[in-house]
């Protein structure tokens, strides 16, 4: 069975740094691109970037370039999502999803979510 | 504003069909991208409902259908149950994004 298994929920101070993780389980973990949506309170879903963990080949949304950075450990089968300096801005759930790309790529499962709240 | 376009808001009695719109544009599903959808309920993850347009993931129960033409395409659902009230949210991609996902703003659907 395809699991995606998130981390815990944070909560964080503006300038602080984070990463938060997905681990995948039950298929070929460097095969597949996964990647992260976030969806703000009350609001709609935002694609924001995708690796490969086969060769760590990494593309950004343009809304989200130089504001993240996605990485992945294959070793452990696990992707991160991470922040150098939180915004109050940035508090939303976060999702990783593994991308089927058989023909355009579709989001086929997604993580639980990680609740990240950044407040003074 | 999304790329593609939503209503924000269906609504229907147990039973009856309804229908969500996708609009999107020539650089998007006019360019041959293909759409999917997924169902969103309250307080959980999204999930998978529709992908290349017209298939249904294992699981997924025929009422739902969708189909594409042009530059839109359009979720289906038939003999509406109360458990099918949800966020329901089309996904393509753009090439004026070179190519990245884009997500459609998201319709809720109401069972009256």
């Known amino acids: 069975e395809v699991q995606l298994v998130q981390s815990g929920a944070e909560v964080k101070k503006p300038g602080e740094s984070l990463k938060i993780s997905c681990k995948g389980s039950g298929y070929s973990f460097t095969s597949y691109w996964i990647g992260w949506v976030r969806q703000m309170p009350g609001k709609g879903l935002e694609w924001m970037g995708i690796i490969y963990p086969g060769d760590s080949d990494t593309r950004y949304s343009p809304s989200f370039q130089g504001q993240v950075t996605i990485s992945a450990d294959k070793s452990i089968s696990t992707a991160y999502l991470q922040w150098s300096s939180l915004k109050a801005s940035d508090t939303a759930m976060y999702y990783c999803?593994?991308?089927?790309?058989?023909?355009?790529?579709?989001?086929?499962?997604w993580g639980q979510g990680t609740l990240v709240t950044v407040s003074s | 504003q999304s790329v593609l376009t939503q209503p924000p808001s269906v609504s229907g009695a147990p039973g009856q069909r309804v229908t969500i719109s996708c609009t999107g544009s020539?650089?998007?599903?006019?360019?041959?991208?293909?759409v999917h959808w997924y169902q969103q309920l309250p307080g959980t993850a999204p999930k998978l409902l529709i992908y290349?347009?017209?298939n249904r993931p294992s699981g997924v129960p025929d009422r739902f259908s969708g189909s594409k033409s042009g530059t839109s395409a359009s979720l289906a659902i038939t003999g509406l149950q109360a458990e099918d009230e949800a966020d329901y949210y089309c996904q393509s991609y753009d090439s004026s994004l070179s190519g990245y996902a884009v997500f459609g703003g998201g319709t809720q659907l109401t069972v009256l």
């Open positions: 020539s650089s998007n599903i006019g360019a041959g991208y293909d």
């Open positions: 290349g347009n017209s």
């Open positions: 999803v593994r991308h089927d790309c058989g023909g355009d790529c579709y989001f086929d499962y």
